[in-house]
């Protein structure tokens, strides 16, 4: 039943006939005091579908804020400007370590989907990646705390561990969809400490998927709404 909500959501919602959401794409590691380049797009990464920039369907998400967190914590808020079919900005890092590329979407239009049963409802995405400068283990920090995350806990060799937050707390026993493109995707679970693994056999983007539905009615922008769909995307190379 969760499947057939989640698929049925995405292909009414978006109008299209595949499952979107928001991923970055960049460069694993940067250089110090280098401009370094992140793009954000909207679309199937899997099918290769990539919505162009002010078409309507990109449009119902474009209001993101996206910053880059260097390793010491601070945050520097990142400028896009728009391409055809996708958002970019840069960023140069000044210190060694690992730099969190973070996107937060909470400004979408409540949607209501009551002859569907599916219920009234508003979105909040929340995509990251990471730059690592230096030779150094890396590992990402999450800033969510009003929705899902997936944080990068160690990556060594061609295996990646990551850890599934809500609201900044553990989520156990939860199901992640993996990504490559070509239309091949894997689906884990995490334990019960929201942990899971997986290996990276290739050399290519992998885009992890992680949602949850958030039961807690309220009001956004003068509509009500019932529930809040969360969805959480992490790219990693």
Do not use: R
């Amino acid at each position: 039943m969760k499947t057939f909500f989640l698929t049925a959501l995405c292909c009414f919602f978006y109008a299209t006939s595949f499952a979107h959401f928001l991923w970055i794409e960049t460069e694993a590691t940067g250089k110090l005091n280098t401009k370094h380049t992140v793009n954000v797009y909207y679309g199937e990464y899997s099918y290769g579908v990539k919505e162009t920039v002010g078409g309507d369907t990109f449009n119902k998400v474009k209001n993101f804020s996206l910053w880059a967190i260097a390793p010491d914590g601070s945050k520097t808020a990142l400028e896009i400007s728009a391409k055809e079919n996708f958002y970019t900005a840069q960023f140069t890092p000044t210190q060694k370590g690992t730099y969190t590329i973070a996107l937060n979407n909470n400004d979408i239009e409540v949607i209501d989907f009551t002859k569907y049963d599916f219920g009234i409802f508003k979105t909040h995405y929340y995509s990251s990646a990471t730059v690592t400068v230096g030779k150094i283990q890396p590992a990402s920090v999450t800033q969510n705390e009003n929705g899902i995350a997936l944080q990068l806990v160690k990556k060594e060799g061609n295996q990646a561990t990551f850890k599934l937050l809500y609201k900044n707390e553990a989520l156990a026993k939860s199901e992640v969809t993996i990504f490559m493109q070509d239309q091949w995707s894997k689906k884990i679970n995490t334990d019960d400490n929201g942990l899971f693994t997986f290996a990276m056999p290739f050399d290519t983007t992998y885009v992890l998927e992680a949602t949850t539905k958030e039961e807690v009615p309220g009001e956004f922008k003068g509509k009500t709404y019932e529930f809040v769909w969360h969805c959480s995307t992490f790219s990693i190379k």
